[in-house]
């Protein structure tokens, strides 16, 4: 029971941690639409781009391995601070270095490239930070995670609005990024230090092993990164800003669903790794209810949004962004296939099968990228939806292979049952709505509550019926 509660407060910590920096980024995202345009907007996500590309390579497959390694041995967690902070702060900059080079020999406007420069600088801290949410993580203490970031996360936003209300320039929301991810490093390393006795010292032994340990970890994360924005570089190489600027928008539209999905994936996956041992029926009942339950998220979306994606876009930005509808619905498919390649993804590692994530990674970037250049070249928006949906395709299915030859196959018809009878009755919902044809707001809110009002019933009829439910209450009454 105090496993199930630990759990559960885990996934909420991160969701809260997830769900702010979802909700400020898609606000900041709206209001330098609606502020400074779409091709500053792309000017800002282009250079978010290439920082969460480099920080990527820097710092994620460093986390992912002191993650798995620190929840199966906490009493290291010293060394792993100390001397895994040292190792990250060298990678760090020797990213820093790397992102410069690229930019500089890219045909990118000065505007565009000094304020890749500053953001790029955010990659020192948020990698370091990292290093303390590893941590955090294994021991399984994620709401220490979320205070020392959420705060932050709404303070950058109030600023970053106030400063563009105040006329400043692009450049100087790039430099409130990276001074906001330092103060985020500071907190955490002052909550950490009262959970762990600091040793102040670098052990080589340890940068060494570190470094060959997680070299499969490296290649991974840096092809994944990549691959995950190639759409938006491919997009300002083959067509603009403006392009870069309304394809983010679309992808922002779907970040909510990705970082809910992220956030109780992560929580999982220590509780993955430690049930490894426990035999594979178990893994097998872990990894299906978790597909089971973003599954009940994400169809129900993708069905709102084939309804009223057009009207999301011009509420939320404005009638400019309308043109980005189909390239919406398009993208929207790949909300089907992100709750099986999330989850197998961290399945997969937690069974030190991670040599077939990297294979993945690499099949998937690379037939994805050479298909994005065609397809962007003759489609440009459009295609670059195409693109990403086909990148999904491809991890899908190749995740699903592998977890089926290498360790069990999965109960589909168990996984989807219950996400389609939610489905089912949100279909019933959107056609009404359609047909009456409220205006947005309205739509959303009563959407939403009949999708929750589902939700309840539905875990109610799980449970054993209302009278069972009420038993259970009263009793831990």
């Known amino acids: 029971m105090v496993e199930k509660y630990k759990f559960i407060s885990n996934s909420l910590s991160m969701i809260v941690n997830r769900l702010a920096q ?13 502020n400074l345009g779409a091709e500053a907007l792309g000017q800002y996500l282009l250079a978010y781009s290439y920082y969460f590309i480099f920080v990527g390579i820097a710092s994620q497959g460093l986390k992912t391995l002191f993650t798995r390694e620190l929840a199966r041995e906490p009493q290291k967690t010293p060394v792993y601070l100390m001397s895994g902070t040292w190792l990250q702060l060298i990678f760090s900059l020797l990213s820093y270095g790397a992102l410069v080079i690229v930019v500089f020999l890219l045909p990118y406007s000065s505007n565009t490239s ?27 203490k994620m709401h220490l995670i979320a205070i020392a970031t959420v705060p932050v996360y709404v303070l950058r936003l109030i600023i970053m609005i106030w400063a563009m209300q105040m006329m ?31 040793k102040w010292q670098i052990d080589t032994f340890f940068l060494w092993d570190t470094i060959k340990n997680a070299r499969t970890f490296f290649a991974i994360d840096a092809i994944a990164v990549v691959g995950s924005r190639i759409q938006i ?35 999982m996956f220590p509780r993955l790794t430690k049930v490894v041992d426990q035999g594979r029926e178990k893994q097998q009942e872990i990894t299906e209810s978790f597909i089971e339950i973003l599954l009940t998220m994400g169809l129900p979306l993708f069905l709102g949004l084939l309804f009223f994606g ?18 919406l619905s398009i993208s929207a498919i790949s909300l089907l296939l992100w709750p099986f390649t999330r989850v197998l993804c961290y399945l997969l590692v937690a069974n030190h099968f991670e040599r077939v994530n990297l294979r993945e990674v690499v099949i998937t970037t690379t037939l994805g990228s050479l298909g994005g250049v065609a397809l962007v070249s003759q489609y440009q928006l459009v295609g670059a939806s195409i693109m990403a949906l086909l990148m999904t395709i491809l991890g899908f299915i190749q995740y699903f292979y592998f977890t089926y030859t290498l360790l069990f196959p999965l109960n589909l018809l168990r996984v989807i049952r219950r996400p389609v009878m939610i489905s089912t009755l949100m279909l019933g919902v959107f056609l009404i709505l359609k047909k009456i044809n409220l205006d947005f707001l309205s739509t959303l809110i009563i959407a939403t509550s009949f999708y929750i009002l589902f939700i309840i019933f539905l875990s109610i009829y799980v449970l054993g019926g209302i009278h069972i439910v009420w038993k259970k209450i009263v009793k831990k009454g």
């Open 168 to 198: 400043y320039g692009i450049e100087y929301l790039g430099a409130i990024l990276f001074f906001s991810e330092t103060l985020i490093l500071v907190i955490e390393w002052i909550i950490i230090t009262q959970l762990v006795k600091i």
């Open 114 to 140: 000094n304020l890749c420069y500053i953001m790029g600088l955010t990659i020192i801290p948020f990698a370091l930070s990292n290093v303390t949410e590893a941590v955090f993580q294994a021991k399984e």
């Open 22 to 34: 979802s909700i400020t980024t898609f606000v900041l995202t709206a209001a330098i639409a609606r």
């Open 310 to 327: 057009k009207d999301l876009l011009i509420f939320i930005y404005d009638y400019s962004f309308a043109q980005g509808s189909l390239a």
């Open 233 to 267: 570089l491919i997009l300002s190489l083959l067509g603009n800003e403006l392009l870069v600027g309304l394809f983010g928008a679309i992808v922002q539209v779907l970040q909510p669903f990705l970082i809910i999905a992220n956030s109780i994936t992560v929580a």
